[in-house]
């Protein structure tokens, strides 16, 4: 039977209306060929999901500067020419199926796996992260120890920021997200053991959030007021799953209050591969979506576990989010907005696309795989 699920209703973001509410989550799926150029498979992975319906594509996270921000082996860039010029493809052949794409702009920190450019780790303080590197992203071995960044340091890092936005939008880029979530640098001030700064990037809230706000604010000074920026935010980490914001919802609404003063036109929420419900759901009880929606009045897209039909119609149906964010989901049903539009269910995810990596190599091999049997 056909579907009228709330996920397929048209939704507004900046100046864009959607087809549907269902986004494609970033992935970083570090496939280039080491010069952080965007290959022609790439091109063909981003714009099968618009093939497949999905209103929104948001990109893997896109280091911003031959400074400090790569974080992995063959991630991606928004630097040079050429790999504008490979950005440009990618973001033709989305747009070719009818789809939205938006870049993540992203800077490692001190969760930097490699980098071609600098020797060494920036973070807010010289704390060593917790865990070790990831395997699945070409890493191995204990993270380095960071060094405490200078305010010239800040200030390189604010420069790449902007400076990749305005690549973006030169991409042809509908707009960008700027990762302040996982762990990653804009996260690592936020997050209280990995700032113990004492100067006005640490301390409180309002000191934690002054580098997003910062962050926020050159972007929007570079590329102009009408251009859709936005922010993803969390409380876990790729390496610290149980980590929660120690004020609350008070801090929470402290961090959403400062996103949109700074001028965000949207939130995205992540929630690290785990279920929304559970990382969501804040001291007061009320969901640190809703929070978002409720004191920003900026659209708010929600993510971890929304293939689920059913909570993807909850979270929708009783106001949590605007929007829907699909990781692992979208890699399993490249097409989910068409199987729900059609009453099918959604498959299992298939562990298998992301073994031995997360490349797209691996996910080509297992899909050949599969094919052939």
């Known amino acids: 039977m056909p579907s009228t699920h709330p996920a397929l209703t048209p939704a507004q973001l900046g100046p864009f209306k959607l087809a549907n509410r269902v986004a494609v989550a970033p992935m970083s799926r570090v496939s280039t060929a080491g010069d952080g150029v965007p290959t022609a498979e790439m091109a063909r992975y981003y714009a099968r999901f618009a093939q ?18 790569q974080s992995y082996p063959d991630q991606p860039a928004l630097v040079t020419d050429e790999q504008v010029a490979g950005w440009r493809r990618v973001v033709d052949a989305v747009h070719a199926e009818g789809g939205l794409i938006v870049a993540q702009l992203m800077h490692g920190g001190a969760l930097s796996q ?31 120890l960071p060094r405490a960044a200078t305010e010239a340091d800040l200030a390189e890092a604010l420069e790449g920021f902007a400076r990749a936005a305005v690549r973006a939008r030169e991409a042809g880029f509908d707009g960008v997200e700027l ?12 997050t209280t053991y990995t700032n113990t700064r004492t100067d006005g990037y640490g301390g409180d809230v309002a000191g934690r959030s002054r580098f997003l706000v910062e962050a926020l604010r050159a972007v929007r ?75 920003t009045g900026r659209p708010v897209i929600a993510n971890g576990g929304m293939h ?6 909850t979270v929708l149906d009783e106001g949590h989010a605007d929007l829907l964010a699909l990781g692992r989901g979208a890699l399993g049903d490249r097409d989910w907005p068409q199987r729900v539009a059609d009453g099918r269910a959604p498959s299992a995810f298939a562990s298998e696309l992301l073994r031995p990596d997360v490349t797209l190599g691996a996910e080509r091999a297992y899909r050949d795989r599969a094919d052939a049997h």
């Open 221 to 295: 000074a570079a590329v102009g007021a009408e251009y859709l920026m936005g922010i993803r935010l969390s409380q876990t980490k790729v390496n610290d799953l149980e980590y929660r914001w120690p004020g609350g919802a008070a801090e929470a609404e402290q961090i959403f209050r400062a996103a949109a003063g700074a001028g965000a036109d949207f939130l995205h929420l992540a929630s690290e591969g785990r279920d929304w419900q559970q990382t969501a759901t804040l001291d007061t009880g009320v969901t640190a979506t809703a929070l978002a929606r409720e004191v």
């Open 179 to 190: 990762h302040g979530a996982n762990g990653y640098l804009i996260d690592q001030f936020l």
């Open 114 to 144: 490699h980098n071609h450019h600098r020797a060494g780790t920036l973070a807010p303080s010289a704390v060593p992260p917790l865990g070790e590197k990831m395997a699945a992203y070409g890493g191995s071995g204990a993270w380095a």
């Open 52 to 69: 497949g319906g999905f209103a929104l594509v948001i990109t893997e996270g896109v280091y911003l500067d031959h400074a400090y921000s």
């Open 308 to 313: 689920d039909v059913e909570q993807a119609r």
